[in-house]
């Protein structure tokens, strides 16, 4: 039987990438930007978000599939 191993990040790990999103979206925030950094900047402020949200870390998994489809 083999295992899935799940990979985490460290408190530590999670304060350094809201400490690289956060910069970035200030280097970004009064930017006339091109769409595609448009979208990734949208991108980077939801991740900061959820970053926020769960500062203790959250599990990540594949969305099961129902049994409808």
């Known amino acids: 039987m ?9 408190s530590e790990e999670i304060k ?3 400490f690289a999103v956060r910069r ?7 930017s006339e930007l ?5 979208l990734r ?3 980077l402020a ?4 959820v970053l926020e949200q769960f500062p203790g870390g959250c599990e990540l ?3 099961e599939a129902s049994d409808g489809e």
């Open 61 to 63: 998994r594949e969305p």
């Open 41 to 43: 900047r949208d991108r």
């Open 16 to 18: 350094a990438m809201k």
């Open 24 to 30: 970035q979206l200030r280097r970004w925030r009064d």
């Open 2 to 10: 083999n295992e899935a191993r799940t990979a985490s990040l460290s």
């Open 46 to 49: 939801c991740v900061l978000d």
């Open 34 to 38: 091109a769409p595609e950094r448009q």
